[in-house]
């Protein structure tokens, strides 16, 4: 059964988050507030917990997940490369709205590649997902919490119902203000390419890799 508990996403309980660190950690799958839209997280190394994600959402299973993680060194733990142009986007635009496809580092499950060799990548610029983060020590995926092909709702009540007994944890910080999802870039091309435009504005994406492609 389902566990949902309140959290401040601004000035999060650390009790609340240690909690669902643990739930993390252990394999489960919880719902939780970013900077854009609530996600789903699970421990990003543990292809098990990853592997649950596509029938919660009821997708196909050969679709890559994003992951979040609260560090520079933690990104670059799970990438086999950073190009120039990699490097730039990461130091101008981290914390923030930004995604970053890099090439895999060989450890990262196939869950989340699927066959790709690339991996998303993203540094929230959100207290809650920082911390819980950082309480987990490992990337936590981060794909939006709806059933596949239908907009994300807008509140953990809607999501229970929509999402069912697959989550094992939800983190209800009410309704998010409006936003737009992250925008992705790949930098494992060269040149790199926009993949999803978002809430960063791919004139500033410019500014810094004039190169983009889209």
Known sequence: MSISRTIDAAEPDEGVLRIAAAAIREGGVIVYPTDTVYGIGAD??????????????????????????????????????????????????WPG???????????????????????GIRIPAHPLCLRLAAFCGCPITSTSANVSGQRTPA????MQCS???GIDLFLDAGILPASLPSTVVDV???????????????????????DVSS
């Open 163 to 165: 999402l069912g007994p």
């Open 188 to 210: 494992s091309l060269s040149p790199p390419r926009l993949v999803r435009a978002g809430a960063l504005p791919l004139d500033h994406i410019i500014t810094v890799i004039p």
């Open 97 to 119: 709205p930004l995604t970053l496809i890099f090439a895999a580092a060989p450890h990262v499950p196939a869950a989340l590649t699927h066959g790709t060799g690339t991996i």
């Open 44 to 93: 990003g190394l543990n292809a098990a917990a990853v592997g649950r994600i596509p029938a919660i959402k009821h997708r196909a299973e050969n679709k890559p997940i994003l992951v979040i993680v609260d560090s520079l060194s933690a990104a670059r733990e799970l990438t086999a490369e950073v190009s120039a142009a990699g490097e730039r986007l990461m130091e101008a635009f």
């Open 155 to 158: 509140t953990v009540g809607e």
